[in-house]
């Protein structure tokens, strides 16, 4: 039976991952970096209460576990905060109609989030629904 060793060494610098794993006399270095910032983020409402983002990531990046979305809204300046699933767009729903969201992205890899994109703002929608008033006799 062989006799098998195993050990794993992290180095952290800022932004960046080094591991080492050696087995017996192979070495092997594998290097992790924070992805890099995500192109062409833009949003384009679709509806009163949806806003419809888009983005591009380079093809050469590292393996991207998730998004990091951040938004908040001109209303009540509140910030939430989205984990998206790797993909290049998201739809943010169960908005509220005619008002103006912030929205910023970053991607997250094993080491780490790169850099954020630029702030957009997006408006909804005016709500197609009509208030009522008074009494009906």
């Not at 092997?28 to 833009?42: D, G, I, M, R, T």
């Not at 908040?72 to 984990?83: E, F, L, P, Q, Y």
Request: charged share 20%; proline share 4%; hydrophobic share 35%.
């Amino acid at each position: 039976m062989e006799s098998v060793v195993n050990f794993f060494v992290c180095l952290f610098f800022p932004f960046l991952f080094f591991s080492l794993n050696c087995k017996f006399n192979n070495i092997y270095l594998f290097y992790y970096s924070v992805p890099s910032q995500p192109e062409n983020f833009a949003g384009e409402s679709i509806s009163a209460t949806q806003i419809l983002l888009t983005w591009g990531q380079r093809d050469t990046e590292v393996q991207i576990q998730y998004y990091d979305l951040y938004y908040n809204d001109s209303k009540t300046g509140r910030a939430v905060h989205r984990s998206v699933a790797p993909t290049r767009s998201y739809t943010l729903e169960d908005l509220k109609p005619n008002t103006v969201y912030n929205l910023w992205l970053a991607a997250k890899s094993r080491a780490g989030q790169g850099a954020s994109t630029a702030v957009i703002s997006v408006r909804t929608q005016e709500s197609g629904e009509i208030e009522m008033g008074g009494k009906l006799d």
